[in-house]
Structures are given as structure tokens and as C-alpha cells.
Nanobody, 120 residues
Framework: QVQLVESGGGLVQPGGSLRLSCAASGFFFSTYAMSWYRQAPGKEREVVAGITGTADNTNYADSVKGRFTISRDNAKNTVYLQMNSLKPEDTAVYYC?????????????WGQGTQVTVSS
């Protein structure tokens, strides 16, 4: 059974930091690219950051570049999102996504989300 379980969300003041974790199970983790998405109330879900299976490449949304860092530990089947210098506009539900594309196949999985609220 595939599972992606996010943790680490919460309430933080502007300028603060949080570290999100996503623990994966039920699939061959290192063969999947991992991404973090977020969805704020009344807005569409957007990609925040992504990392390849071997962690040799990362990418970020312009809005979080220089503040957020995505990383993964394939030995622990876990992906992380370190969020620094948080702003109120970072408030959203953050979702973990696993995706693999091979040949003509595509497969992806989603976690249940974790709430991040940035407010004083």
C-alpha cells in the first residue's frame, strides 16, 4: 500500500522557519521524483519545489527561491522541505508528491497535506 505522510506543519511567525517531512512507503522511493506543492484558500495548487530521484537536480518556484530548500534521504524514504524567512503568503496546505515517468507510463502519488500558517 502506497503512503505519503507529511509532518512538520504548524503556526509560525513571519520570518520564522519550519521543516516539513514526507515519509514514503509502498513504492521504490529512489526511482521517483519528489515535489512539494501548496494550496492556499481560494487558490489553485502550485508546485513549490522538486528534486530528482538521485537528488542531482532541484528546482523551485520563483516565490520561494533562496528561502526554501528541498532535500531527500533515500535510505529513509523521506523528502524534506526546509522553509526559512517565512511570509504570510506562504500560508497554505503543503502536499508531498511522488512522480515517475518511464516509457509510456506515468504514475504519481499524493500525501494528505499538512497545514502551514504564517501569522503574528
Amino acid at each position: 500500500q502506497v503512503q505519503l505522510v507529511e509532518s512538520g506543519g504548524g503556526l509560525v511567525q513571519p520570518g520564522g522557519s519550519l521543516r516539513l517531512s514526507c515519509a514514503a512507503s509502498g513504492f521504490f522511493f529512489s526511482t521517483y521524483a519528489m515535489s512539494w506543492y501548496r494550496q492556499a484558500p481560494g487558490k489553485e495548487r502550485e508546485v513549490v519545489a522538486g528534486i530528482t530521484g538521485t537528488a542531482d537536480n532541484t528546482n523551485y518556484a520563483d516565490s520561494v527561491k533562496g528561502r526554501f530548500t528541498i532535500s531527500r534521504d533515500n535510505a529513509k524514504n523521506t523528502v524534506y522541505l526546509q522553509m526559512n524567512s517565512l511570509k504570510p503568503e506562504d500560508t497554505a496546505v503543503y502536499y508531498c508528491n511522488a512522480e515517475r515517468v518511464w516509457g509510456g507510463n506515468h504514475r504519481d502519488y499524493w500525501g494528505q497535506g499538512t497545514q502551514v500558517t504564517v501569522s503574528s
